[in-house]
């Protein structure tokens, strides 16, 4: 099985980071490769640019794909599955226009054009209105073909707003909401391979956030601790023998471990640990 991994840019290192987290560590070597073979000898991984990603998964050169929900949106196979939000490379696609302009809602675009490297999904968009107005496609510099006279507004990326700011552009409306995701192209959907990758990946993103806390308590206050850290289903109870206290294992959120530890130790428990959770599996 094959999955095609950006080959570069801001999705690389966090793609790779989030396979090896996952188990599937490279053995051979990414570095300027097309290919590289994991520690599971039926998974290999194919280096390809992020937006021709969709096409590599829907083609069959590639089984499952990682790349942003834009891109995939934009390509638009048809064949492909959408299995697991992976939680980074969060954007958005907006429609903005000059702040000292006269386009200031959507039906403002009537006979207008609108330039965008999204043009699918511009007009997937605007299908959804009953504005249409023309999409022009451009390959860089989105946000500066309004100011030479190329276009009246545009749909573009956007991380911070920053970059709109500098370029004194006003954000007119959202048009997508995207981070990375793990595509699948359908005929291989329930895959057992498949099934296990997904695992493997939603694990780790589960435990992100989360410590495991470990102590010990004293039996006669197990009902006020539980109170205190229910956990992941409740606390894990375990029997020291002959001292009056048990051991108690709970999964608690990162946020809450200081307030956590404050409460348990008034009840009495000792030995408190927490650690680090690599993977979570439900």
Same mark, same amino acid.
């Given at each position: 099985? !094959?999955?095609?991994?950006?080959? +570069? ?9 989030? /396979?090896?987290?996952?188990? /599937?560590?490279?053995? $051979?070597?990414?570095?300027? +490769? ?15 640019? @992020? ?16 790349? &942003?929900?834009? %891109? ?9 599955? $959408? ?22 809602? #959507?039906?403002?675009?009537? &006979? *207008? ?9 511009? +007009? ?26 190329? @276009?009246?507004? #545009? ?5 911070? &707003? ?5 370029? =004194? ?6 048009? /997508?909401? =995207? ?7 359908? $005929? ?7 099934? %296990? ?12 956030? *989360? !410590? ?16 205190? #850290? ?14 009056? *206290? ?14 956590? #530890?404050?409460?348990?130790? %008034? ?14 599996? $439900?």
């Amino acid at each position: 099985m !094959r999955i095609a991994v950006p080959n +570069k840019g801001r999705l690389h290192d966090p793609s790779m980071e989030l /396979l090896e987290h996952a188990g /599937l560590h490279v053995v $051979d070597g990414a570095d300027r +490769k097309l290919y590289a073979n994991t520690v599971d000898p039926d998974v290999t991984l194919l280096f390809a640019r @992020a937006a021709d990603i969709p096409e590599y998964v829907s083609d069959g050169a590639a089984d499952l794909g990682i790349t &942003g929900l834009d %891109q995939m949106q934009e390509a638009n196979p048809g064949n492909v599955s $959408d299995l697991l939000d992976l939680g980074y490379g969060q954007c958005r696609l907006v429609l903005a226009a000059p702040e000292e302009g006269d386009i200031k809602e #959507i039906t403002d675009l009537a &006979g *207008k054009t609108v330039a965008t490297e999204f043009p699918n999904v511009a +007009k997937q968009y605007f299908a959804e209105t009953e504005v249409s107005p023309e999409i022009v496609e451009v390959s860089g510099a989105t946000e500066l073909t309004p100011h030479v006279d190329m @276009a009246d507004a #545009i749909i573009d990326i956007t991380s911070t &707003g920053t970059t709109l700011r500098v370029n =004194s552009l006003g954000i007119i409306d959202e048009v /997508l909401a =995207s981070s990375v995701r793990l595509f699948a192209r359908d $005929d291989v959907v329930g895959d057992d391979k498949v099934d %296990q990758v997904t695992m493997a990946l939603q694990s780790v993103i589960s435990a992100e956030g *989360k !410590r495991y806390l470990m102590m010990n308590a004293p039996e006669d206050k197990l009902d006020e601790i539980r109170e205190v #850290i229910p956990g992941l289903g409740g606390p894990t109870i375990m029997d020291i023998a002959g001292n009056g *206290k048990v051991a108690v294992h709970t999964v608690v959120d990162e946020r809450d471990v200081f307030e956590t #530890i404050n409460e348990v130790k %008034q009840l009495g428990a000792s030995g408190i640990l927490v650690t680090e959770i690599e993977r979570l599996v $439900d």
